[in-house]
């Protein structure tokens, strides 16, 4: 059964703890992705992948960290350093395939709230 | 100015309307279009893309496309209440190699 899983679904936390959100795809996509989600804002791009050992930062990466030690993997850290980080993160894949379509798959979210 | 504006509504139909939701963007490079669907606490989908200009239909739902003024619509027929939802529009240029660009969303309610 093909897919992403995100775990744990919701998340507390004391202020000041970092905190790893996992993200795991068995779809074998080169690509994944970390969105954050707040109430009216839409997506935005935290962190992309595009191979193992490499990432990109996207439009908010300050106060998060993300590795990509293996394809089907891609963990995001929440560090101390981010002001706000009480969201819903979402955790995207896809095929990289040249000159097509960028269809993106996401995962089920993690509601993370910071006490 | 953000690359895509929509706006987030939030929209409220009768079961059974003609929704319009709709996208501007400002990036004249953007090919594919897209439009995902959000349910409550889950993660988006992919509902429908178009490339380049155009119109695209899959049953009740279809994609409008208009590079000249660089405004895309998602226009739902005979909605359902199945259909409350909120709906992202998405770009990304020619290169699968892209982040997508999205929208704020626009969230739907269809009233039984």
């Known amino acids: 059964d093909g897919g992403i899983t995100q775990s744990p679904k919701y998340l507390f936390r004391k202020e000041g703890q970092n905190v790893t959100l996992s993200c795991e795809q068995n779809l074998n996509h080169d690509a994944m992705y970390w969105y954050r989600q707040d109430p009216g804002q839409g997506l935005r791009l935290i962190y992309y992948?595009?191979?193992?050992?490499?990432?990109q930062k996207g439009d908010i990466a300050e106060g998060y960290s993300v590795s990509r030690e293996k394809k089907e993997s891609f963990p995001l850290t929440v560090t101390s350093a981010q002001k706000n980080p009480t969201a819903f993160y979402l955790c995207a894949s896809s095929l990289l395939a040249g000159e097509v379509l960028n269809e993106q798959f996401f995962g089920p979210g993690t509601r993370l709230t910071v006490l | 100015q953000r690359e895509v504006e929509q706006d987030p509504g939030p929209l409220s139909v009768p079961e059974g309307a003609i929704v319009s939701l709709n996208c501007t963007y400002s990036?004249?490079?953007?090919?594919?279009f897209m439009w995902y669907r959000q349910y409550s606490r889950k993660g988006p989908e992919l509902l429908m893309y178009?490339?380049?200009?155009g119109n695209k239909e899959d049953g009740r739902f279809t994609a409008q496309v208009d590079k000249s003024s660089k405004y895309i619509s998602l226009f739902i027929r005979d909605s359902q209440p199945s259909d409350s939802a909120t709906y992202l529009c998405?770009?990304?240029?020619?290169?699968?190699?892209?982040?997508?660009?999205f929208g704020k969303g626009t969230r739907l309610s269809v009233i039984a």
């Open positions: 992948s595009q191979i193992v050992n490499d990432f």
């Open positions: 178009t490339y380049s200009s």
């Open positions: 990036n004249s490079a953007f090919q594919y």
């Open positions: 998405a770009m990304s240029g020619d290169s699968g190699n892209t982040p997508l660009v």
